[in-house]
């Protein structure tokens, strides 16, 4: 995660894989400017929009290894050692967490959809350097939107018991801990639903093939519970994760070695990267499902006492 930002940024800006265009373009210029009529945006350049996406993640990245609470190389030991509690205390804890889970079951997803003949056919883009700063900017819009918008302001509406501004904003930063949440029934239910329409909306709007529904809205799924529960910054990390650091490795590999995009994530760098997540998801599947089992074990001991 952190070399994909020096990664992204001489990609950006020093490579050829926008080959006819490059950061100089002015925004007004793209597809979806010209759908809309942006044509105002002409003062702005692509490489304007990519460093302020850039630097706001780079600022989030800073912000999820300090805390909240604690540390990230602080908690590593305690993790290693087996204190699950320890996990909950960092931001970057929980994204690499739910991350290669998501990963993980992307995969079985693909395997599964595979064998009754469902391919994933992604959206279509005549230039890669579009491509990259879609993958860049699609994170920020898409998590504002289905989890603040979406998520956020309807469990505020849900569960606030007082009107005020300030837990307004504080729940929309991390609900579950600004909340009185005693009953999460109608948040899972609501989560479950924002991250179904997550998956249509790769469909309809983004011109993903069908196949992507299922992996799409698992991941709207997963991340709509991560920021439920541990906050925007996790849940927008998992994002930025599934998309740029992805996609900044893959065209590293492409322009490396002149091949196309679609070529480059069958290189033998990114099936390596892909085996760590894979080993990475399953371990904290693992980890999960005890957490689990030691928080009902930890229940019914509390409940028997009562």
């Not at 469990?155 to 606030?160: D, Q, R």
Request: hydrophobic share 50%.
């Amino acid at each position: 995660m952190i070399l994909s930002f020096p990664i992204g940024a001489y990609l950006f800006f020093n490579s050829q894989i926008g080959k006819s265009i490059d950061y100089e373009l002015p925004v007004s210029e793209l597809d979806i400017s010209k759908h809309y009529n942006l044509g105002w945006l002409s003062w702005i350049e692509i490489g304007d929009v990519f460093v302020v996406a850039w630097s706001a993640f780079l600022i989030l990245f800073v912000i999820a290894i300090l805390g909240p609470k604690k540390h990230f190389l602080k908690i590593l030991s305690p993790i290693m050692a087996g204190s699950y509690e320890s996990q909950n205390g960092n931001y970057l804890v929980q994204t690499i967490k739910w991350f290669s889970i998501i990963i993980v079951l992307s995969e079985v997803i693909d395997k599964i959809q595979q064998t009754v003949g469902i391919q994933i056919t992604p959206p279509p883009f005549d230039n890669d350097l579009v491509q990259l700063l879609s993958a860049t900017i699609a994170p920020l819009l898409e998590e504002f939107g289905f989890r603040i918008i979406l998520l956020g302001i309807p469990l505020f509406l849900l569960y606030s018991r007082r009107a005020s501004l300030r837990l307004f904003f504080k729940s929309l930063w991390n609900p579950s801990d600004n909340l009185p949440v005693t009953d999460s029934k109608k948040a899972i239910m609501l989560i479950i639903a924002v991250g179904v329409f997550f998956g249509f909306s790769h469909i309809i709007s983004d011109q993903w093939s069908n196949g992507k529904f299922a992996q799409a809205a698992m991941s709207g799924v997963i991340i709509g519970w991560v920021y439920y529960r541990y906050g925007f910054v996790a849940a927008l990390l998992i994002h930025w994760a599934t998309n740029y650091v992805v996609f900044s490795y893959g065209y590293l590999v492409s322009s490396v070695n002149d091949i196309r995009i679609t070529d480059a994530f069958s290189h033998s760098l990114i099936q390596t990267i892909e085996i760590i997540l894979l080993v990475t998801g399953c371990l904290a599947i693992t980890l999960t499902a005890l957490e689990y089992k030691k928080s009902k074990v930890t229940t019914i001991n509390d409940s028997g006492l009562t």
